[in-house]
């Protein structure tokens, strides 16, 4: 009987965890907008062009990528967060090798 016991609270801590309050979501609303305008300003009005403009494309990009782990994902609000980061760590090598796979694939196939 003792190994059947529910411990008051252990399935339910899961569901109540914090999400976020609306300063964090609205904090993170408003970047994510001001992370889309900038690269769009920038080539719309060629201001920069060719490599700049990749590289401000690119790096806010990436940005964005973080804003979204941080503010939406709440990456860094979970109790363990080790674990989610080593699982996107993980899925992040394995887009990498296959997208640098697939180029370096592309750029020397030569047919006989």
Known sequence: MAQHSVHSGGAHDSQHEAHGSFKSYLTGFLLSIVLTIIP?????NHWVEGT???VIMLGTAVLQFVVQLVFFMHLREEK??????????????????IVIGSIWIMTYNQVA
Not at 40 to 44: D, F, G, K, Q, R
Not at 81 to 95: D, F, K, S, T, V
């Open 40 to 44: 769009l300003v920038v080539v719309l």
């Open 80 to 97: 363990k967060p080790r674990w989610n980061l080593m699982a996107l760590i993980l899925g992040l090598i394995i887009l990498l090798t």
């Open 52 to 54: 700049g403009a990749m």
